[in-house]
């Protein structure tokens, strides 16, 4: 089955950790983002990649790191430099190319920092 | 003016009544425009997409777009409890080009009481 795995689906972090979230596709999809969700928000862009070994900033990308060195792979690294990273993750994938900008979803990391 | 306006509700419809959802954008140029519903806890998942004036239907689903007036809706027929969930519209944002990002907006909360 094609889709989108998130690990973990649970994450605690203390403070001054940096902690790494998981995220896998085989939909052989080019581009792939990561959100944030914050209760009773939208979804918020961290940072996005539409070709392996490229990335850029999405809208609140400070305190977070990302790294895509396989198409498949794009894992999300909270650092300690972000104040309030309690929050709902998710990471989403899309073909490449401006009349497909459909993005499917994974099940999310819910990160609490304790 | 927020890029994707949605009102957050809760709207709250019987079962079996039509729930009429709606979601206004600021971007005249968008050409793709997508509704997800997201369960409580869950993620985002694409519902309906919709590319041209008019109206898209899919089972007990309709999406209608409006590109004059800069709207877009989504109906829902016969609606069941089941159907009870957030549902966020999405649009590309202003120059965002062929990045393949998406605005969503706040969502709208759907309650169908049986």
């Known amino acids: 089955d094609g889709g989108i795995t998130q690990s973990p689906k649970y994450l605690f972090r203390k403070e001054g950790q940096n902690v790494t979230l998981s995220c896998e596709q085989n939909l052989n999809h080019d581009a792939m983002y990561w959100y944030r969700q914050d209760p009773g928000q939208g979804l918020r862009l961290i940072y996005y990649s539409q070709i392996v070994n490229d990335f850029q900033k999405g809208d609140i990308a400070e305190g977070y790191s990302v790294s895509r060195e396989k198409k498949e792979s794009f894992p999300l690294t909270v650092t300690s430099a972000q104040k309030n990273p309690t929050a709902f993750y998710l990471c989403?994938?899309?073909?490449?190319?401006?009349?497909?900008?459909?993005?499917?979803f994974g099940p999310g990391t819910r990160l609490t920092v304790l | 003016q927020k890029e994707v306006e949605q009102n957050s509700g809760p709207l709250s419809v019987p079962e079996g009544a039509i729930a009429s959802l709606n979601c206004t954008y600021s971007d005249r140029v968008s050409q793709s425009f997508f509704w997800y519903r997201q369960y409580s806890g869950k993620s985002p998942e694409l519902i309906m997409s919709?590319?041209?004036?008019g109206d898209k239907e899919d089972g007990r689903f309709t999406a209608q777009l409006n590109k004059a007036s800069q709207y877009v809706s989504l109906l829902i027929r016969d609606s069941q409890p089941s159907d009870s969930a957030t549902y966020l519209c999405?649009?590309?944002?202003?120059?965002?080009?062929?990045?393949?990002?998406?605005?969503f907006g706040q969502g709208t909360t759907l309650q169908v009481k049986p």
């Open positions: 989403a994938s899309s073909r490449q190319g401006a009349s497909y900008n459909e993005q499917f």
């Open positions: 999405a649009v590309p944002p202003v120059g965002s080009g062929n990045t393949g990002k998406l605005i």
């Open positions: 919709i590319y041209s004036n």
